[in-house]
């Protein structure tokens, strides 16, 4: 079994675009650390709205002076060339080239990640200092691309629970050649299946997925259209490896179950994390999930620098989309704490549900044992009343987290305390005790 480091390490240079033979390979390979189904869409599928893209394959391609001296070659990088770029061959002036060759708006020395996959054209990608460079009126372009038949590739990992209703993971695995995004999600996705399936049968069925971004998403749900009633929550995982602190970015619907529980967890897992509304932080394929007639309440959990600024969405960390997205900027230690806040949210879903109380009134507090001396511990005596008066077979953990804007935690602790003394049952649907609503 590799760690997620040798994961990273192993299949990060890959060229792994939507439908490619390059993908395929990081997909077989994850499929040896883990069971996986793998779906495939072959290309021309109608998939709802969209159509499952051919297969593009790279077989060549580069930029040179007229005298033949090569300026950028695809061999050195995969990002030298736009994702499902046309094939071009030509010489070309310094002025048409220039409309064809990109590079990064904040990184000169790094080479950008550029794709075209609906709008067709030709291009090329290189270091800003590389363009600045460029002085002859003229340049060589061959650019030898394909566009095949092929099958889009969608990897499944089930861990079934006592449920039918599952909770639904998401990586996407076609950034080429770059590691936070894209491959940490994957590995952390990756690494949180393996727990789930070494551990006791959870009461939920777990689906992680690999994908194509989008599309893999759009192909999925709509061949699994009956599942969807069942998917009661998501988490979308990327960039999760870089110094910086968790963001989680909520769903569509903010007081979901899972939303409530997922936020209320985060205060514990990482002191500076963040939670922010849907739409803001980052944009992947929890939108698909999220979309109408579909309306999984799908969250995203990345590491993100200024996750309040507008401008998390562009530039969530420097190196993001671009040459310098590579094995340096990750850490083991950041993609295992990554990991076990997405096991300590899972978890406390798990736990999630209504508190019926078996109680009238307050409890006698001292008598059960439970009581906290309000002259040691004012804040601790405070939150075991207030959590107290809200189990009213009305309200889940995470409700209450919420209204007290506490952690998931703080109140779990309380209401075990609580069911260990017989006081409360759990109940996955409301159970009103109160004789007058
Ligand atoms: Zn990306």
């Not at 002191?271 to 579909?294: K, L």
């Not at 995203?300 to 094995?327: C, G, M, T």
């Not at 109680?359 to 005596?381: C, L, M, T």
């Amino acid at each position: 079994m590799s760690s997620m480091i040798d994961l990273i390490n192993e299949l990060w240079f890959l060229k792994r675009e939507l439908v490619s033979d390059d993908f395929d390979k990081a997909l077989h390979r994850l499929a040896e650390e883990v069971p996986m189904t793998i779906h495939e869409y072959p290309s021309g599928t109608p998939v709802w709205t969209w159509t499952v893209p051919e297969k593009w394959t790279c077989h060549e391609a580069y930029l040179e002076t007229l005298a033949g001296e090569r300026l950028i070659d695809y061999a050195d990088h995969p990002l030298h060339v736009v994702s499902y770029s046309l094939p071009f061959e030509g010489e070309v002036s310094r002025e048409e080239l220039l409309e064809h060759l990109h590079a990064h708006p904040r990184l000169p020395d790094a080479i950008p990640f550029v794709f075209k996959y609906y709008q067709r054209d030709w291009g090329l990608c290189a270091p800003q200092t590389l363009l600045d460079s460029l002085t002859d009126d003229a340049y060589r372009v061959v650019i030898r691309t394909s566009f095949d038949p092929g099958t889009l590739k969608v990897g499944e990992v089930v861990i079934p629970g006592e449920l039918e209703e599952s909770i639904m993971l998401v990586a996407h695995l076609c950034h080429p050649a770059m590691v936070n995004d894209d491959l940490t999600g994957v590995v952390v996705g990756l690494d949180v299946a393996r727990s789930l399936l070494e551990g006791p049968k959870p009461k939920y069925t777990y689906r992680f997925l690999i994908l194509p971004e989008t599309i893999g998403s759009v192909s999925y749900l709509s061949h699994n259209e009956d599942l969807i009633p069942k998917m009661i929550g998501g988490l979308f995982l990327e960039m999760l490896g870089n110094d910086a602190p968790l963001a989680l970015q909520q769903s569509m619907q903010p007081d979901s179950q899972v939303d409530k529980t997922l936020s209320a967890v985060m205060p514990g897992v990482d002191a500076n994390g963040f939670v922010g509304p849907y739409r803001t932080i980052i944009s992947n394929d929890e939108r698909q999930f999220n979309a109408p007639g579909v309306r999984v309440p799908m969250l995203s959990l990345s590491r993100v620098e200024n996750p309040a600024s507008p401008k998390s969405l562009f530039e969530p960390y420097p190196e993001y989309h671009s040459s310098a997205d590579n094995p340096k900027i990750v850490t083991q230690e950041r993609l295992e704490s990554a990991r076990s806040a997405v096991l300590a949210m899972l978890q406390a879903f798990e736990r999630n549900q209504y508190i019926v109380n078996k109680f009238k009134g307050e409890v006698f507090a001292s008598g059960q044992g439970i009581w906290i001396d309000y002259k040691v511990n004012p804040e601790g005596h405070r939150r075991l009343f207030e959590i107290m008066e809200r189990c009213d077979g009305e309200r889940t953990v995470a409700d209450i987290a919420a209204e007290l804007e506490i952690p998931f935690q703080a109140v779990w602790e309380i209401v075990a305390q609580f069911a260990e003394k017989d006081l409360v049952s759990f109940s996955s649907a409301p159970q009103p005790t109160s004789p007058r609503r």
